[in-house]
């Protein structure tokens, strides 16, 4: 409580002109919003997780952690799904989800995980209230995707208070690898992982798919990310126990952010088989600048990086049979598979146009400030997406 108090305080003195969020977490909510605009400060918020401000409390946008969800926070609906992620059988978690709100309401005075339970209802419409108290408060709201930006809106947003202003790389690579024309895909093919081992990204459905492949097949796999946590150790443990020692598959250290593209340009295709909603993944838009394909899910920021058939691959997700003949395809003719796409991936957009976009969101609140801003990034014109 003590740094929240603090924060606000700080606020009140420096009386800033916009103060802009990112996310909403513990600490950073409708209470510093409020204090914000106490300092008669214009607030921004952008969110980069799939729960999209206050809507989903599973925190995935995955009905049921399994298949899309349509997006529109609805107590019954939501509670059974978050009550499923906390362990009651999906049967059970409709059956207390549509218990009537007066007994929700009532649960909340109730101790332990039976209340808490019985409460989700009321925590739902909690949340769904505080969707629109911030929407009511921030000046602008911002979002990563085109998916975001319709579900806001379909949740009762003001179209003109969200702004869609795109993920980017923090720079271009100095040249991208050579094309298809130049040095054709050769076999055996790399498919290459590179990110965190959490299992919101997927890397189960990819050890699944590998596995289930003929070993004669020539592809051959790596799997990279930071193994720090009890958490990251268990689960890379758990893939290396579904792979059985495959010896196509190896698991390499982690990259430190400068060396990403050289080693996304060692690979014939990136996989990003995520199982939430994101707004990139960023490593997907790094593989485009570098010149790498991307095979993926079609949810949130992958389905619009990726344009299936055209220049990489999207499968549904969790739905690892999928991937698995995705990388078959790829494997038995990579010419008309992965060098088609290779000739059409296209270079992302950067950190400088995300600034410049803000920048122009800035300007919009303060003009005056437009010309001292306008020295951080130069630019003749300023992007029109926020």
């Given at each position: 409580?003590?740094?929240?108090?603090?924060?606000?305080?700080?606020?009140?003195?420096?009386?800033?002109?916009?103060?802009?969020?990112?996310?909403?977490?513990?600490?950073?909510?409708?209470?510093?919003?409020?204090?914000?605009?106490?300092?008669?400060?214009?607030?921004?918020?952008?969110?980069?997780?799939?729960?999209?401000?206050?809507?989903?409390?599973?925190?995935?946008?995955?009905?049921?952690?399994?298949?899309?969800?349509?997006?529109?926070?609805?107590?019954?609906?939501?509670?059974?799904?978050?009550?499923?992620?906390?362990?009651?059988?999906?049967?059970?978690?409709?059956?207390?989800?549509?218990?009537?709100?007066?007994?929700?309401?009532?649960?909340?005075?109730?101790?332990?995980?039976?209340?808490?339970?019985?409460?989700?209802?009321?925590?739902?419409?909690?949340?769904?209230?505080?969707?629109?108290?911030?929407?009511?408060?921030?000046?602008?709201?911002?979002?990563?995707?085109?998916?975001?930006?319709?579900?806001?809106?379909?949740?009762?947003?003001?179209?003109?208070?969200?702004?869609?202003?795109?993920?980017?790389?923090?720079?271009?690579?100095?040249?991208?690898?050579?094309?298809?024309?130049?040095?054709?895909?050769?076999?055996?093919?790399?498919?290459?992982?590179?990110?965190?081992?959490?299992?919101?990204?997927?890397?189960?459905?990819?050890?699944?798919?590998?596995?289930?492949?003929?070993?004669?097949?020539?592809?051959?796999?790596e799997f990279r990310g930071p193994v720090n946590s009890a958490a990251e150790r268990d689960l890379v443990d758990h893939l290396k126990g579904i792979l059985r020692g495959d010896p196509r598959v190896n698991f390499a250290p982690p990259v430190a952010p400068?060396?990403?593209?050289?080693?996304?340009?060692?690979?014939?295709?990136?996989?990003?088989?995520?199982?939430?909603?994101?707004?990139?993944?960023?490593?997907?838009?790094?593989?485009?600048?570098?010149?790498?394909?991307?095979?993926?899910?079609?949810?949130?920021?992958?389905?619009?990086?990726?344009?299936?058939?055209?220049?990489?691959?999207?499968?549904?997700?969790?739905?690892?049979?999928?991937?698995?003949?995705?990388?078959?395809?790829?494997?038995?003719?990579?010419?008309?598979?992965?060098?088609?796409?290779?000739?059409?991936?296209?270079?992302?957009?950067?950190?400088?146009?995300?600034?410049?976009?803000?920048?122009?969101?800035?300007?919009?609140?303060?003009?005056?400030?437009?010309?001292?801003?306008?020295?951080?990034v130069p630019s003749e014109n300023l992007p029109s997406q926020c």
């Amino acid at each position: 409580m003590r740094g929240a108090e603090s924060f606000h305080e700080w606020l009140k003195q420096q009386q800033p002109d916009v103060v802009h969020f990112h996310t909403f977490g513990t600490g950073l909510g409708l209470h510093e919003i409020k204090a914000a605009k106490a300092a008669r400060a214009r607030v921004i918020a952008t969110t980069h997780s799939a729960s999209l401000g206050f809507l989903c409390q599973r925190g995935t946008m995955m009905q049921w952690g399994e298949y899309l969800c349509d997006g529109i926070c609805e107590p019954a609906k939501c509670s059974a799904c978050e009550l499923q992620h906390r362990g009651l059988s999906k049967r059970m978690a409709r059956t207390v989800a549509a218990l009537p709100p007066k007994i929700s309401e009532v649960a909340n005075r109730l101790p332990g995980r039976l209340g808490t339970a019985l409460s989700l209802n009321d925590l739902i419409a909690f949340n769904q209230q505080r969707q629109d108290d911030m929407l009511e408060l921030v000046d602008a709201f911002v979002v990563l995707t085109g998916w975001a930006f319709d579900k806001v809106v379909a949740n009762g947003a003001r179209p003109e208070k969200v702004r869609l202003n795109r993920l980017g790389v923090s720079e271009l690579p100095s040249a991208r690898k050579p094309g298809p024309d130049r040095r054709p895909t050769s076999r055996p093919i790399m498919v290459g992982y590179l990110g965190r081992f959490e299992a919101i990204k997927g890397v189960e459905d990819f050890a699944r798919a590998i596995a289930s492949l003929p070993r004669e097949l020539p592809i051959r796999f790596e799997f990279r990310g930071p193994v720090n946590s009890a958490a990251e150790r268990d689960l890379v443990d758990h893939l290396k126990g579904i792979l059985r020692g495959d010896p196509r598959v190896n698991f390499a250290p982690p990259v430190a952010p400068e060396a990403a593209y050289e080693v996304l340009a060692t690979y014939d295709v990136l996989c990003c088989p995520s199982v939430c909603v994101e707004g990139g993944p960023t490593v997907a838009l790094e593989a485009h600048a570098i010149g790498t394909p991307v095979i993926g899910t079609r949810i949130g920021g992958l389905a619009e990086i990726v344009t299936d058939g055209e220049n990489g691959r999207l499968v549904p997700p969790g739905d690892w049979p999928a991937l698995a003949e995705v990388l078959k395809q790829m494997a038995l003719d990579p010419c008309s598979t992965i060098d088609r796409w290779r000739s059409l991936v296209h270079p992302p957009r950067t950190m400088a146009e995300i600034v410049r976009d803000y920048l122009g969101l800035y300007s919009a609140f303060r003009p005056s400030q437009l010309a001292s801003l306008k020295q951080i990034v130069p630019s003749e014109n300023l992007p029109s997406q926020c």
